[in-house]
C-alpha cells in the first residue's frame, strides 16, 4: 500500500517563475491538505481541499493556488515566486471521516528560489 | 491566538534518561493536540494525539500529559533511545478539521 507521494522531490526556480508540486494520496484517503516548511520551522497550512474544492485556506496569498483531481490526487501553484518561498512543500492526505485527525505525510518537495 | 509555543528548541539526553518537551497554546477552541516525530529528509508521522477529556496518554515509551486550566502539553519519552533522535513538533487543531497549528520544532538528540 504506497503512502503519499510527492513529485519533485527538488527543484530550483528563479524568482517571478511559476510552479507546480504534485501530490497522490494514501490509498483510501480523499482529503489532501498542503503544509509550507521553511528551514527549522514548523509546518504552516497552505490549504486543504476535498470533493475537488479547496475548503479550508491558512493565511497564504492568491498567488498559492491549489486543484484537486477526481481521483483525489492533488497540485499546488505557486505563481511570481519570491526568494522567501524557498520551503519544503508537505503534503499530507486523511480521510474525510473517520480518520481520527491523523495527518499522513509525503517527504516533501524542497524548493528553492534564486 | 492562533500560536502554539513549544520548548525547548534543541535538547541533549543520555541514553536510557526520559526526554521532555513541552508545548502551550492560547486558542480554547482547540481540542486535538497531536505529537508528530520527523527525521531528516522525511515528512513528519504522528507519533501520539491527546484530546482534553483526559490528562494523560500513554503508548509505549511516549507519554502526552495535558493541562487544561493551563493551556500546556507536554511529551515524555522514557528511556530514550538513540533511534528517537529526531525533530519533535507539537501542533494543536480543532477536530471537525484537520488544519493543524505547529509549534516550531525541538531537535532531539540521545547520545549513546
Known amino acids: 500500500d504506497a503512502g503519499v507521494t510527492q513529485s519533485p522531490t527538488h527543484l530550483i526556480k528563479t524568482r517571478g517563475q511559476q510552479v507546480t508540486l504534485r501530490c497522490s494520496p494514501k490509498s483510501g484517503h480523499d482529503t489532501v491538505s498542503w503544509y509550507q516548511q521553511a528551514l527549522g520551522q514548523g509546518p504552516q497550512f497552505i490549504f486543504q481541499?476535498?470533493?475537488?474544492?479547496?475548503?479550508q485556506r491558512g493565511n497564504f496569498p492568491d498567488r498559492f493556488s491549489g486543484h484537486q483531481f477526481p481521483n483525489y490526487s492533488s497540485e499546488l501553484n505557486v505563481n511570481a515566486l519570491l526568494l522567501g518561498d524557498s520551503a519544503l512543500y508537505l503534503c499530507?492526505?486523511?480521510?474525510?471521516f473517520g480518520g481520527g485527525g491523523e495527518l499522513f505525510f509525503g517527504e516533501g518537495s524542497r524548493l528553492t528560489v534564486l | 491566538q492562533q500560536q502554539v509555543k513549544q520548548s525547548p528548541q534543541s535538547l541533549i539526553v543520555q541514553k536510557g534518561g526520559i526526554s521532555i518537551i513541552n508545548c502551550a497554546y492560547e486558542n480554547t477552541a482547540f481540542d486535538y493536540f497531536p505529537w508528530y516525530q520527523q527525521f531528516p529528509g522525511k515528512g513528519p508521522a504522528l507519533l501520539i494525539a491527546i484530546r482534553p477529556d483526559v490528562s494523560e496518554k500513554k503508548e509505549g515509551r511516549f507519554t502526552i500529559s495535558f493541562n487544561k486550566s493551563a493551556k500546556q502539553f507536554s511529551l515524555h519519552i522514557m528511556d530514550s533511545q538513540p533511534g528517537d533522535s529526531a525533530t519533535y513538533f507539537c501542533a494543536a487543531g480543532v477536530d471537525s478539521n484537520y488544519q493543524l497549528i505547529w509549534g516550531a520544532g525541538t531537535k532531539l538528540i540521545i547520545k549513546p
Open positions: 499530507a492526505s486523511s480521510p474525510r
Open positions: 481541499y476535498y470533493e475537488e474544492e479547496e475548503r
